[in-house]
């Protein structure tokens, strides 16, 4: 029977259980503990493990199976959101404020009143960004931040995390330009985490979790490379 693995404060950043012991119920889940250290982080991203969990619980490690993925040629542009994204006036632009662009994801919804973006997130992550690990990607209007999303970039992998509109189609314009982003900079796949509806119209899918690893070691990079913008 498969239980979940604690890790200890004394453990190396890098060590974490082997992917097929996450649990089928709840799906994916790994390990528990640990700390959200720059090393850590970057050793679950690169074996396709994330962190995720509400306030008051230990830090909880998942690795789904099936993986969530957008490979940036299937991205599905719309003829509305192509006609947005000419003629809806945004401005869009990478890490001008990374923080705001995470505070807003964290802000409750209608649908989700809670947050995962812990304040130990929202550290974590700006530390990430920090290093030239994090980015942001901005849809701003009048001065105001109307969209956005925010993920890790390593090496020809871009991770997402969260991303949140305030005006309609904020956060899709600001996905295609993650997408032309990546065209441009020969990323050759955007993590999704888990499938959703919204994502699977915008051209997600879902692959096996041991296609996901094979693509992690192929394109995989530690170095924190300048994104040429298209």
């Known amino acids: 029977m498969k239980t979940v693995t604690w890790l200890s404060p004394h ?4 060590w974490f259980p082997p ?3 996450a649990l089928d119920e709840p799906p994916g889940l790994l390990a528990a503990g640990g700390d959200l250290s720059p ?6 991203y690169q074996r396709g ?4 969990y509400s306030p008051g619980q230990p830090v909880l490690w998942w690795s789904p199976d099936p993986r969530a993925v957008l490979f940036p040629e299937e991205f599905n542009c719309s003829r ?3 006609k947005t994204i000419r003629n ?3 401005e869009v632009v990478i890490d001008r404020d ?4 995470m505070d807003a994801c964290a802000a409750p919804r209608p649908h989700a009143p809670g947050t995962w973006i812990t304040s130990e997130m929202r550290s974590a992550y700006l530390r990430l960004h920090r290093l030239g690990t994090a980015h942001s990607f901005e849809t701003w209007r009048d001065g105001k931040l109307a969209g956005g999303l925010y993920g890790v970039r390593l090496g020809e992998v871009f991770f997402g995390e969260s991303m949140f509109s305030r005006e309609r189609d904020a956060s899709k314009v600001a996905l295609a330009h993650l ?4 065209l441009r900079n020969s990323i050759a796949v955007i993590d999704c985490q888990l499938p959703s509806p919204h994502l699977e119209s915008l051209g997600s899918r879902t692959i096996p979790r041991l296609q996901f690893q094979a693509l992690l070691r192929e394109h995989i990079s530690l170095d924190p490379a300048p994104l040429h913008l298209p």
């Open 11 to 14: 453990d190396a950043p890098e």
């Open 39 to 44: 090393a850590r982080l970057l050793a679950a």
């Open 88 to 90: 809806g006036g945004f």
């Open 19 to 21: 992917l097929d012991q």
């Open 179 to 182: 997408v032309q982003v990546c």
């Open 98 to 101: 990374f923080g705001a662009t």
């Open 80 to 82: 509305s959101l192509s």
């Open 49 to 52: 493990i994330f962190p995720w």
